[in-house]
C-alpha cells in the first residue's frame, strides 16, 4: 500500500496545483467570484489530504504500526477527496445546487482517515 498511496498523493498533489493554476488563468474571467472561491475551497483540501496520505504511506514504512487503520485512513483520505473535492469542482462549473449534497460525505470521509490516525497513535510504542 506505500507504493500505492505514495503514487496517488504525488499525482493528487500535481493536480491540486495544477487546478489551482488553471483556475487562477483560464477560469477567472468566466465563473463568478462564488464559484472561484469554491474552486480554490477544493485545491485546498485536496491538498491537504494529498500529504496527509504522503503521511500514511510514510507511518506504513513503521512495522511497529499496526497497518489496518493506516490502511482505512489512505483510503478515507482517497475518497474524500474523490466526493468533497470533487463535488465543489463540479459545483463550481455547472452551478448544479444537488453537487453541494455530495460534499459532507467527502468531508466525512476525511474526518475518518483523521480519526483513524488518532486510533493509530494508540499502538505507538
Known amino acids: 500500500m506505500i507504493k500505492i498511496f505514495l503514487a ?3 499525482w493528487l498533489g500535481a493536480l491540486s496545483v495544477a487546478s489551482g493554476a488553471f483556475a487562477a488563468h483560464a477560469l477567472k474571467d ?9 474552486w480554490e475551497t477544493a485545491t485546498q ?5 494529498a500529504l496527509a496520505l504522503i503521511l500514511v ?7 511497529e504500526i499496526a497497518s489496518t487503520s493506516l ?8 475518497i474524500g477527496i474523490v466526493l468533497f473535492s470533487g463535488s465543489l469542482y463540479a459545483l463550481s ?3 448544479i445546487k444537488w453537487l453541494g449534497a ?21 499502538g505507538f510504542k
Open 57 to 63: 504511506a510514510l507511518l506504513l514504512t513503521r512495522t
Open 8 to 10: 496517488i498523493a504525488g
Open 30 to 38: 468566466s465563473l463568478t467570484v462564488k464559484a472561484l472561491e469554491i
Open 102 to 122: 455530495i460534499t459532507p460525505l467527502g468531508g466525512l470521509a476525511f474526518i475518518i482517515g483523521w480519526i483513524c490516525i488518532a486510533i493509530t497513535a494508540w
Open 71 to 78: 490502511n482505512i485512513a489512505g483510503w478515507a483520505f482517497i
Open 45 to 49: 483540501y485536496q491538498m491537504y489530504h
Open 93 to 95: 462549473l455547472t452551478s
